[in-house]
T-cell receptor
Framework: DAKTTQPNSMESNEEEPVHLPCNHSTISGTDYIHWYRQLPSQGPEYVIH???SNVNNRMASLAIAEDRKSSTLILHRATLRDAAVYYC?????????????FGTGTRLTIIP | DAGVTQSPTHLIKTRGQQVTLRCSPKSGHDTVSWYQQALGQGPQFIFQ???????QRGNFPDRFSGHQFPNYSSELNVNALLLGDSALYLC????????????FGEGSRLTVL
């Protein structure tokens, strides 16, 4: 499994953009990059995933470096509900039978 | 549409006992995966069930076993409980052979005394 490095914690002001970085320098050329988040007292929830190009959905954007050794999850306008632990997870597929290898993630605190 | 449901939400056991945790997947999903999350850590993959068989297994001892029923629901059994088994046990459901995310339940919090 590819190893990931994420900051232990980050803070951001409410209603401002948040950029959550992830280094995955050992990723293979065909690994997908998934992001999940875990709100307090809940199970993880899917945020976004991508392979080579930048991706957008209603929750966030994912910017993937050209060499694919790093990626950044972008929350365009943070709300208090975005306070969670964010996990960056490389995996060999985006199929439902893929096991996910979670690290310790980044704990995001939103300041009102 | 109910998501992934797990039961019980909390339980307390003593060392040496056995525990069974239950999971009902999201409607339409055929695959159930189980994860263990210790306090302050990310979830760790235990095993995955598809077509009533264990398809993948993480680095967990044989004390951890499971089952999947014809209706796709699943059970996680842990025998000879140790203090270190205290954790949040998460169930995730998905479609095995289609692109898509995992949907997690809220977990069962197990405390071993």
């Amino acid at each position: 499994d590819a190893k990931t490095t994420q900051p232990n914690s980050m803070e951001s002001n409410e209603e401002e953009p948040v950029h959550l970085p992830c280094n995955h320098s050992t990723i293979s050329g065909t690994d997908y990059i998934h992001w999940y988040r875990q709100l307090p007292s809940q199970g993880p929830e899917y945020v976004i995933h991508g392979l080579t190009s930048n991706v957008n959905n209603r929750m966030a954007s994912l910017a993937i470096a050209e060499d694919r050794k790093s990626s950044t999850l972008i929350l365009h306008r943070a709300t208090l509900r975005d306070a969670a632990v964010y996990y960056c997870i490389p995996s060999i597929s985006n199929f439902g039978n893929e096991k996910l290898t979670f690290g310790t993630g980044t704990r995001l605190t939103i300041i009102p | 549409d109910a998501g992934v449901t797990q039961s019980p939400t909390h339980l307390i056991k003593t060392r040496g006992q056995q525990v069974t945790l239950r999971c009902s997947p999201k409607s339409g999903h055929d695959t159930v995966s189980w994860y263990q999350q210790a306090l302050g850590q990310g979830p760790q993959f235990i095993f995955q069930y598809y077509e009533e068989e264990e398809r993948q297994r993480g680095n967990f001892p044989d004390r951890f076993s499971g089952h999947q029923f014809p209706n796709y629901s699943s059970e996680l059994n842990v025998n000879a409980l140790l203090l270190g088994d205290s954790a949040l046990y998460l169930c995730a459901s998905s479609l095995a052979l289609a692109p898509g995310e995992l949907f997690f339940g809220e977990g069962s919090r197990l405390t071993v005394l």
